[in-house]
């Protein structure tokens, strides 16, 4: 089945440290999105990307950066990790023409 | 920008009772109105949406209601069951002009809800 994975599942970190998420999908959609959920305030948008060209910021992106290699590719970067970014990431994916979104399984980072 | 409040953040129901979820949303050019459902460790996923031309829609025991005057929407979910426990998130976005989809959702902060056999 078409689907949207993230590596690494779960990864502990130290502060000050470079981090890459990376996200890839098989659905063969165009729009890819960073999310990261905290207890008691949902999920959040980081940066989203309508296709490879386009990059947009979302509305906490303030220490990350993404990257967006190829259409089935989206990476999401911590250039120097902070404790308070400790959480569980998501990346999503949409089709062209359509808001649902599909979720790929997570990554908890814990930044110490 | 797009604000979603959500609201209980708990809900702890009995086997068979009714379970009620509300959100409200401030900007009036919202247009589609989605409901997430994530069970423990899992990833989010669409249970039901509903779009502003509609007042209400219905999928088996889950429902969504919209008052676009209030800005406000509603799940309903009936003869509640264990495997309805999960934490819930509604969401929101709207579309530009000519009919894009501006493509991206604000969420709510999540109904952690709860049915005890």
């Known amino acids: 089945d078409a689907d949207v994975t993230q590596t690494p599942r779960n990864r502990i970190t130290k502060t000050g440290k470079r981090i890459m998420l990376e996200c890839s999908q098989t659905?063969?959609?165009?729009?890819m999105y960073w999310y990261r959920q905290d207890p008691g305030l949902g999920l959040r948008l980081i940066y989203y990307?309508?296709?490879?060209?386009?990059?947009n910021k979302g509305e906490i992106s303030d220490g990350y950066s993404v990257s967006r290699q190829a259409q089935a590719k989206f990476s999401l970067s911590l250039e120097s990790a902070i404790p308070n970014q400790t959480a569980l990431y998501f990346c999503a994916t949409s089709g062209r023409g359509s808001e649902k979104l599909f979720f790929g399984s997570g990554t908890q980072l814990s930044v110490l | 920008g797009e604000n979603v409040e959500q609201h209980p953040s708990t809900l702890s129901v009995q086997e068979g009772d009714s379970a009620v979820i509300k959100c409200t949303y401030s900007?009036?050019?919202?247009?589609?109105f989605p409901w997430y459902k994530q069970e423990l460790g899992k990833r989010p996923q669409l249970i039901i949406d509903i779009r502003s031309n509609v007042g209400e829609k219905k999928d088996q025991r889950i429902a969504v209601t919209l008052n676009k005057t209030a800005k406000h929407f509603s799940l309903h979910i009936t003869e509640t069951q264990p495997e309805d426990s999960a934490v819930y998130f509604c969401?929101?976005?709207?579309f530009g002009a000519g009919g894009t989809s501006y493509g991206k959702l604000t969420f709510g902060q999540g109904t952690i809800l709860t049915v005890h056999p």
């Open positions: 900007d009036s050019a919202s247009n589609y």
């Open positions: 969401a929101a976005s709207g």
């Open positions: 659905k063969g959609h165009d729009r």
């Open positions: 990307s309508f296709d490879v060209k386009d990059i």
